[in-house]
């Protein structure tokens, strides 16, 4: 079968996302979903496009909903381009600048589909590993022919962000696009957003999600934003139709109720801090969080262990490895109640 494929397809091993249960009774912290329910305006948005308008196709280029993210951003709505999810957005970047063999880096240890996009696309991936104050140094940009950057800033799984005056310098440094991924740029303090860098910056793009501030991750929906130019050559670039309906309905409701976001988003920031806390209580090493889960490594139990024995007792976080790295648990930010149980079941499993 393998031969009917393009090679590079056929060789790579695929992304594998984190595990979704199907039986429920989990406390689910393994994929930095919002333990928060969205905003009730989301859930009116979505009824009151319940009619028989869906027999329509939708707007192809989510005008709407362009505008209100442009309005919150204080850009204007050609910056804006909206994906299916932020990972469609990131498709989308990779395939419109990563040909078969080009050089693409990605910041290291980080989020492990922007490997697996260069991989479909036949590119080379260029590893930047970062330093362990978690920053990536500029000499390691240095690499003839470099066509795409991807930096999650936050970073997943540490968690660390690198203020905006580094990404900069980065974007300084590299002769080609720069894809900042703030998927979890919700939680973070507003010092570490580069929208605010469009302007002196043409070789940025900063992609967002619905998936975790906003808690939407069931809606699919993400955007990115960069110069007019620019998105009106990605535009090319995406399907058709790759918002529906109800997910550009979601995200207008969802952009105007800031408040809702920002009472999330404390009751998020207070739960991170006092989980962090505890797990350094522990003998954790876990660097300062800007995200909605928490990066623990070293500890006084394997973590591959400590994991399956949470599991047994259904909870649920996500052991990651990668080379050159000790393994570690990345714990996301859950209610008070559910983060107290998993402190309590971690206590006795190690
Ligand atoms: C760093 C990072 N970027 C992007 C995504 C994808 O988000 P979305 O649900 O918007 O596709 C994730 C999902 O976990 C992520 O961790």
Known sequence: ?????RPNVARMAGYVPGEQPRDGGFIKLNTNENPYPPSPRVKEAIVATLTDRLRLYPDP????FRQAAAKLHGIEPEMILAGNGSDDVLT?????????GDPAAYATPSYLLYSTLIQLQDGRAVLLPY???WTLDLADLAVPGLKLVYIANPDSPSGTAMPRERIAEILRTADCPVLVDEAYGDFADSRYHCIPLLGDHPNLIVSRSFSKGYSLAGIRLGYLAASAEMVEHLVKVKDSYNCDLLSQAAGVAALEDQSYLAQTRSKVQATRARLGDALRSLGYNVPESQSNFVWATGGPAPSRETFQRL???RILVRLMSYPGYPEGLRVSVGTDDEIDQFLEALRQVI
Request: proline share 4%.
């Open 311 to 313: 599991k047994e007792r």
């Open 61 to 64: 280029m989510s005008t709407a």
């Open 1 to 5: 079968m393998t031969r009917y494929f």
């Open 92 to 100: 989308i970047v990779t395939r419109a600048f990563v040909g078969p």
């Open 131 to 133: 330093s362990s104050e």
